[in-house]
Structure formats: structure tokens, C-alpha cells
């Protein structure tokens, strides 16, 4: 099955640690997103990549970093510099990054940090 | 950017039309309009996506002005299953320009 994975569903951390998130596709795509989700709010996009070895800011890209180092992997860094990451974390893919590409996204993971 | 905004909350009976309206004033000329469906704790899942006129699919239609400053999502016989939390995007995904608004809660009723 082609799709888009994110892992783990659930993680725990303690306040001043660094967490990476995973998240892997086999679709084949050439851009990857990393949103975030707080309750009762919309997406908000923290970087997006339309390539290997290259990556851009979104709109709330501090406390935050990247890697694009394969095509299917687009893991993303929760710095201790974020100063609220307790959120749901979506990953996306699309095709090829342009205006009529549509996004899939993964099955989220949901932060805590204690 | 694109800023969007959507009625917080809508409910229907199954079998109706619903229609969720999105305001976008400041549309850029090059975004695309594209509505996405989430149910709790999943990622969200294209529904259809227009640039201007109507567009319609297998599950929804989509309905774009000639100013392009609103759009119309609308759902022919909506059931219980389509209980889930609408999303508005306007944005450019080349320029990384995407704006979700905060999504309308669409409740069907039997």
C-alpha cells in the first residue's frame, strides 16, 4: 500500500529535551510538509520541501528543524528552543510541490512534553 | 497571506445539501482554493480543489465566484459519516504560501 507514515502516534517528552519526528512516504512525491495542529485550530505549516537536500521556513518554523536527506523521509527536529510544542504534528506529501497538487497526509503524532 | 474564514460550527440531517461557505479576500492570482476533510486524530483528506467557477467531483461540488474573494463547499445528501471537521486552503503550495483556516465542525443529525 502507497501512503504516508508517521511514527510514533503518541510520544511523551520532558520539557527541555530535543524529539524527532518521523515520517516516511512510497508515493514517490517530491515535496513533503510538516504542519501543526493545536485544538480548535487550523493547520499551520512549520517547513515544506520540493526537494531532496533542500527545505524552506513556513509561517512558525522557530523551535524547529529539518532534513531532507532522501526523497521518502522528511523527519522533523522539536528543538527545546520551542517554547509550546505540545501539538498534533502532521506530515504531507504532494507531487510535485506545484499550486494543483494535492496534499496527503499522514496519520499524525501527537506531542507531549511534560 | 491569504487569510480564510469558515462558520465554526454547521449542522445538517442526513440526506440534506449542505453548503460551507469560506471567505478569502486577500486571494493571491495565483492560489488555488482546496477543501480538505479531518475526522479526530487523523490527517486531513482532499475533498476537490478549483481555481475559479465550479468544480465538480464524485462527493462534493465546488463553487468559486468571479472575484475568487469566497468559496462554497457543498455536500449533495450528506450522511451520518461525513460528521467530521471542514477545512478551507487557499495558498500557493509553490511558493509554500498555505493558509488552513480553522475548519467548520460539521454535525449530521439522523
Known amino acids: 500500500d502507497g501512503g504516508i507514515t508517521q511514527s510514533p502516534k503518541y510520544l511523551f517528552r520532558k520539557e527541555g529535551q530535543n524529539v524527532t519526528l518521523s515520517c516516511e512516504q512510497n508515493?514517490?512525491?517530491?515535496?513533503m510538509y510538516w504542519y501543526r495542529q493545536d485544538p480548535g485550530q487550523g493547520l499551520r505549516l512549520i517547513y515544506y520541501?520540493?526537494?531532496?537536500?533542500?527545505?524552506q521556513k513556513g509561517d512558525i518554523a522557530e523551535g524547529y528543524s529539518v532534513s531532507r536527506e532522501k526523497k521518502e523521509s522528511f523527519p522533523l527536529t522539536v528543538t527545546s528552543a520551542q517554547k509550546n510544542p505540545t501539538a498534533f504534528y502532521l506530515c504531507?506529501?504532494?507531487?510535485?510541490?506545484?499550486?494543483?497538487?494535492?496534499?496527503?497526509f499522514g496519520p499524525g503524532t501527537r506531542l507531549t512534553v511534560l | 497571506l491569504a487569510k480564510t474564514t469558515q462558520p465554526i460550527s454547521m449542522d445538517s440531517y442526513e440526506g440534506q445539501e449542505v453548503n460551507i461557505t469560506c471567505s478569502h479576500n486577500n486571494i493571491a492570482t495565483n492560489d488555488y482554493i482546496t477543501w480538505y476533510q479531518q475526522f479526530p486524530s487523523q490527517g486531513p483528506r482532499f475533498i476537490i480543489q478549483g481555481y475559479k467557477t465550479k468544480v465538480t467531483n464524485e462527493v462534493a461540488s465546488l463553487f468559486i465566484p468571479a472575484d475568487r474573494k469566497s468559496s462554497t463547499l457543498s455536500l449533495p445528501r450528506v450522511s451520518l459519516s461525513d460528521t467530521a471537521v471542514y477545512y478551507c486552503l487557499v495558498g500557493d503550495l509553490t511558493l509554500g504560501r498555505l493558509y488552513f483556516g480553522r475548519g467548520t465542525q460539521l454535525t449530521v443529525w439522523p
Open positions: 520541501s520540493q526537494i531532496v537536500n533542500d527545505f
Open positions: 504531507a506529501s504532494s507531487k510535485r510541490g506545484i499550486s494543483t497538487d494535492t496534499q496527503y
Open positions: 508515493l514517490n512525491h517530491d515535496a
